[in-house]
């Protein structure tokens, strides 16, 4: 299917319109279970997302990154990941790490500045957020490499922004990826900023997909505020890279309905009609016209998804709020296999410093 | 088996690829080539593409690639052709190689050995000569090591590929082949984070590494004609330092001299001066002198001997301190 749309000729998949119309041919037959699924993975984004906002705006949070307007592209590339590929993040992936199964406490506690929660669980495939822009490209090729040399039928899959197919990383991982035939599926959630550079400042290229081409891969621009596109784009090229065929790299066409941080005023270089013009995109919405044409979809059933993300949130926050916060031992201790005797007297000469306080 | 240091780092990557399949050697011309210096001379026909490959011109991918690969347990061993061409792969190495232990709580690890070629003194081209040893060392969570002779190479070498540390490997092109040494045939490891009191001497301590090491030592020999005994202790690992071993060294003989052969200012002699004045202060005769290069580019070939710290400049150090 992704061979049908051509970057070049600026043709984009679509699935979904936006009144929640699908186009028969491209429907990716997925079971009404997992339908359902995908919608409550999306509401859950939102809600923890929500709450991370509200968070940081009572002091009990960093500076955040939030995801709100992205979740069709992270919970439709997370839902057609298989347990044992891997993931490259960046930093705005919090629909990916739901889905994939994170626990949100642990991603709380780390926007709420403690490394414990970048910590992936034992088993869990994901890498830490990569914060540099783009670096996180060429990790992915190599873990991409590491699979194939230890033979084993698996994707890996990594994240970025528009603005990181400037950097240097974007070009050197994909050109790699190319050489060697990896089974890397590159998603770049093209959101139309980079803070506050618009994606035109980026590149002259009429789209991010057809810089695949010059890698010798395939690349596909996709709906990126329908779910139902991303998943179908992503379930085709896992499996390409699954089964040998080599890399692709996805386009999901998108917008950052927030911020870019906390830290960030949007309003200073966009317009608010802008901003409603996409609200009226809106993945999440969308979705749900979907569902409710299918019969998937009311008011109760509604209320239950709504119900059951508040209690999954609340119960996150309650759990992070609750983590002990970091021991001199711990911010020392993993900064080498074994602790030189410098830092062993750093840590004693804090560790003093800390008990003459008390005193 | 009398060998020299490339010869010796070869022999360290066949044992160590051999005894474990994980170790895989990445960069520009180290398959078929063998490495522009042979360093990876036959690895490719024994070990083939999948484990000696040839990869696009691209540090920071060489580096990041790497990364990746730990991520699935594998001990990559990217070469970087020369120290003059890491910067392109300074965001990778400071940004993740070093941090990944502390920022993911030992769930990853980065277990790659960076080998790269460094240092003046072989008449090269613009960009080959520098020694920037001192950024890696400011950097918390990387070892970095230089070798000074071939029995060191391979046993440091092989430390390194075994270490669980992120580990810097800077091999001194001037010492590549100018010296052949005694190396055992079979397997060996010289401790990392250990110095060694490579010439014993009970009048003052020069603290040195790479191919300053035998510049140290013929400045020592003609001071040793002028009755003045100098100690000298190869740091080896320069980062974890071991520290305790020059400033024993100090304490015997009140006199401390640091050479190197990159720029003074911040270089790592202000380190080992700072930590002899702390550890050693009332054992002191004189100041901590250093003999390093100028806080200048390093100059062109027919230009470079006025830069490069050679036995003449050592000698006067000496002197100085002597008559202090």
Known sequence: MIELFDPLKGERLRVLDETGGIAPGLDPGLAEAELRTIYERMVRTRAADAKALKLQRQGRLGTYAPSRGHEACQVGLASAMAGDDWFFPYFRDLGMYITLGYPLADYYHLWMGNEAGLRSPDGLNIFPIAIPVGSQIPQAVGAGLAAKYRKLRIAVVTTFGDGATSEGDFHEGLNFAGVFRTPNVFVCLNNQFA?????????????????????????????GNDVLAVYAAAREALGNARDGRGPT?????????????????????????????WERRDPILRFRLYLGKKGLWDEAYEKAVQDAAAEFVEKAVAEAEARPTATPEDIFAYTYAAMPPELEAQLADLKAFLEEGRR | MIMTMIQAINQALAQEMERDDRIIVLGQDVGRNGGVFRTTEGLFDRFGPER????????????????????????????????????????????????????????????????????????????????????FCQIPGLTVVVPSNPYDAKGLLTASLRSDDPVIFLEPTKLYRAE???????????????AAVVREGKDLTIIAWGAMIPA???????????????????????????????????????????????????????????????????????????????????????????????PERILRAIRRLMEY
């Not at chain 2, 990746?68 to 400071?94: C, D, H, K, S």
């Not at chain 2, 052949?180 to 250990?194: G, I, T």
């Open chain 1, 195 to 223: 803070i506050s550079v618009p994606r035109a400042r980026q590149t002259a290229a009429a789209t991010i997909a057809q810089k695949a081409v010059a890698y010798g891969f395939p690349g596909v621009q996709v709906d």
């Open chain 1, 249 to 277: 790299l996805i386009e999901a066409y998108t917008y950052r309905m927030g911020d870019h941080t906390t830290s960030d005023d949007a309003a200073r270089y966009r317009s608010k009609e802008e901003v409603q013009e």
């Open chain 2, 52 to 135: 000696v490959m040839d990869t696009p011109l691209a540090e920071s991918a060489i580096i990041g690639a790497s990364i990746g690969m730990t991520a699935l347990g594998l001990r990559p061993v990217p070469e970087i052709q020369f120290m003059g061409f890491i910067y392109p792969a300074f965001n990778q190495i400071v940004s993740h190689v070093a941090r990944l232990r502390n920022r993911t709580r030992g769930r990853f690890t980065v277990p790659l050995t960076i080998r790269t070629p460094y240092g003046a003194g072989v008449k090269a081209l613009e960009h080959h000569s520098e020694s920037t040893e001192a950024l």
């Open chain 2, 180 to 194: 052949k040494q005694e190396v055992p045939e079979e397997a060996y490891e010289v401790p990392l984070r250990r």
């Open chain 2, 216 to 310: 140290a030592r013929q400045a020592a020999e003609a001071a040793q004609a002028e009755g003045v005994g100098a100690e000298i202790v190869d740091l080896r690992t320069l980062s974890p330092m071991d520290r305790e071993t020059f400033v024993a060294s100090v304490r015997k003989t009140g006199r401390a001299l640091v050479v190197h052969e990159a720029p003074k200012t911040c270089g790592l002699g202000a380190e080992i001066a700072a930590t002899i004045g702390e550890s050693a202060l009332l054992s002191l005769d004189a100041p901590v002198l250093r003999v390093t290069g100028q806080d200048i580019t390093v100059p062109l070939p027919k230009n470079e001997g006025l830069y490069y710290p050679g």
